[in-house]
Nanobody, 130 residues
Framework: QVQLQESGPGLVKPSQILSLTCAVS??????????WSWIRQPPGKGLEWIGY???????HYNPSLKSRTSISRDNAMNTMYLQMNSLKPEDTAVYYC??????????????????????WGQGTLVTVSS
């Protein structure tokens, strides 16, 4: 059974860097045909897709966040990371890592209510405030 566990600072000041960790158990990050994603949900708003890293290592980002977002992984630790620069108060959200074997599901999950991903972490709240 695949399990995901996010961790992070909780509170970050504007303009600083956010670094989040997603510890993965039950499946290797490099296992065939699996896609690992970061998704967030601001308070009172819908889900927003941040980006993903594929099992073969390629990354892809939401165009609106691409310039200040980076997703990486440590294969030995079986851990995925999210780094987001130049944080703003509107980046306040619950940040989730999630995974699915179908890339289409990863890309559309935040816009298609009929789509669900195979596994989600419990989420970690990040508040951007001075």
């Amino acid at each position: 059974q695949v399990q995901l566990q996010e961790s992070g600072p909780g509170l970050v000041k504007p303009s600083q860097i956010l670094s989040l960790t997603c510890a993965v158990s039950g499946r290797s990050l490099t296992a065939d045909h699996y896609y690992w994603s970061w998704i967030r949900q601001p308070p009172g708003k819908g889900l927003e897709w941040i980006g993903y890293i594929a099992y073969y290592g390629s990354t892809h980002y939401n165009p609106s966040l691409k310039s200040r977002t980076s997703i990486s992984r440590d294969n030995a630790m079986n851990t995925m990371y999210l780094q987001m620069n130049s944080l703003k108060p509107e980046d306040t959200a619950v940040y989730y890592c999630a995974a699915d074997p179908i890339l289409h599901n990863i890309v559309v999950v935040t816009t298609d209510k009929d789509i669900s991903l195979e596994v989600w972490g419990q989420g970690t709240l990040v508040t951007v405030s001075s």
